[in-house]
């Protein structure tokens, strides 16, 4: 049990008075950061990569790792309250999460959130002290056919069970890929859809699609209530306590372990970080719920959907850690990030970074373990303080998530192409919610179609053009049936559904006799 001993050293490093207030910055760093609509741990990391050039460097990597972990609380935190969640991670959270706001269970929403992600992150950290090499052997076995399947399941699934309807979720891809297609072909050089614009060469930044689709299109969305005056006159004031009773526990420790068990192996192949288990979390939840005939879903929000996201977004974050250290392996933006702090000490993540600088491996996985405790204590007693943001009033509220959201999208390159990219998706964005079109198919193909189209290609390429080779490894071959037997049960719950729908109408056209 050498993991052990070397943790144990790890944790008296990270105990220091020096180290433990770097984790206490980072956490509230990060959860700042990850509140604000456009921002998120990435940036934060970015933004605070000159400044840690005086500290040591373990200091700055647990600095770090409490500023990723933070991020995800903060992002999840203006999901629930504001329906515009800091960063793609928590998009599947804030569906339900900011049904249970509007409900009144803002406070319960955000407890459950801090739980969720306490519990997935620290059972990911876990599993990756000890079972390492498992994780490893996990993200060496899959090659771009691999890569391409595991894409095209998230693409379908998701599509198909997010979505009230099929159709809909396929047209919300589809333009999920006319914006992941703009820029650069990566493979010839070749410019897309870029209109002759340099400034559109890099392609549309996920953080301009996040904020336009979700918190513009949001924006405009309820001005437009108010303008017509139909929509609610006040804010719903939160109630209740953060903290689950028994009944919740019950209700919510299953969705907890299975948003774990989709985020842990996620966070080990690069996928897209953790927006793909996270929307598959979700996907089933909402399978389950229909299954018991709860109706929470999708109404006035049920629990079961925000535990089960949050404990997957974190599980993946913390087996990304793992990922980036023993094989040096970035499977998110701010594992990428992470990478840079590396070689900014003169450092390379892989499988030699172990025994070659264990002095910085094993504190940075102890202050994970750390750092949880730190984000959970900060988080959970002031989750009714974050809720009271609901009692501002909405015209002042929606006009600085506007602000705070143009100012994040500018800071990414600083340039006013972006913010006009971003009006004009967040109308798009307003207009899919006049239609009832959904979000998520659109920026889970906008995240991951870049991807998908590389390793597709690569695939085809070194078969020279056979298209065998995409369904030629017993992976591939489980991924797609998977699939199948996911699209059929999937129609068949929609045909069901259709069919009680159009019973139920035509139960209420029929006259009752006297």
């Avoid at 998701?158 to 919300?172: F, M, N």
Wanted: proline share 6%; hydrophobic share 55%.
């Amino acid at each position: 049990m050498d993991q052990l001993g070397n943790l144990m050293e790890g944790f008296a490093v990270a105990f220091t008075p020096q180290n433990l207030l770097f984790l206490v910055i980072g956490a509230i760093l990060g959860t700042a950061v990850g509140v604000l609509p456009g921002l998120g741990s990435a940036m934060a990391v970015a933004l605070l990569l000159p400044v840690t050039f005086s500290l040591d460097p373990t200091g700055a990597f647990i600095m770090f790792a409490s500023i990723y972990f933070g991020g995800l609380f903060g992002d999840s935190t203006s999901g629930i309250l504001l329906n515009t969640p800091g960063n793609s991670s928590a998009i599947a959270t804030t569906f339900e999460g900011h049904r249970m706001a509007k409900d009144g269970r803002a406070a319960k929403a955000l407890g459950t959130s801090a739980i969720g992600a306490f519990i997935g992150g620290t059972i990911a950290c876990v599993l990756v002290v000890f079972f390492s090499p498992y994780i490893v052997q996990l993200a060496t076995v899959f090659g771009p056919a691999e890569y391409f399947a595991l894409a095209v399941f998230a693409f379908v699934a998701i599509s198909a069970v997010v979505a009230d309807s099929i159709v809909r979720g396929l047209v919300a891809l589809g333009l999920g890929f006319a914006l992941a297609l703009v820029g650069i072909d990566g493979m010839s050089g070749t410019e897309r859809f870029t209109l002759g614009s340099p400034v559109l060469f890099d392609g549309i930044s996920i953080i301009v699609v996040t904020v336009g689709l979700l918190a513009l299109g949001e924006v405009i969305h309820v001005a437009s209530h108010i303008r017509r005056g139909d929509g609610p006159a006040r804010l719903v004031k939160p109630t209740g306590s953060p903290l689950l009773s028994w009944r919740e526990w019950k209700m919510v420790l299953p969705a907890f372990l299975r948003g774990t068990a989709y985020g842990v192996p996620f966070g080990a192949i690069p996928v897209g970080g953790s927006e793909v288990p996270t929307f598959l979390a979700y996907g089933t939840e909402k399978r389950l719920a229909r299954r018991r005939g709860d109706t929470d879903f999708g109404t006035r929000g049920a629990i079961q959907g925000v535990a089960a996201p949050e404990a997957a977004g974190n599980a993946t974050a913390g087996s990304a850690m793992g990922a980036l250290l023993g094989l040096g392996l970035p499977t998110s933006a701010t594992a990428a990030m992470m990478i840079a702090a590396f070689q900014q000490y003169g450092m390379q993540p892989g499988p030699l970074l172990f025994e070659r600088s264990g002095d910085l491996v094993w504190p940075l996985l102890a202050s994970l373990f750390l750092g949880l405790i730190i984000l959970l204590i900060i988080n959970l007693p002031f989750a009714a303080v974050w809720a009271k943001l609901l009692l501002i009033p909405r015209h002042y509220l929606y006009a600085g998530i506007t602000v705070m959201a143009m100012l994040g999208i500018y800071a990414i390159a600083s340039r006013p192409v972006d913010l006009w990219m971003a009006l004009g998706i967040g109308v798009v964005g307003f207009a899919m919610r006049h239609f009832s079109i959904p979000l998520a198919p659109v920026l889970i193909a906008a995240i991951l179609g870049p991807l998908a189209e590389t390793q597709l290609r690569r695939a085809l390429a070194v078969s020279e053009g056979d298209p065998t080779v995409l369904v030629s490894s017993p992976i591939t071959i489980v991924l797609y049936a998977l699939l199948a037997v996911t699209v059929a049960l999937s129609v068949i719950q929609h045909s069901r559904h259709a069919a009680r729908a159009r019973a139920t109408a035509k139960t209420e056209r029929v006259p009752v006799s006297r």
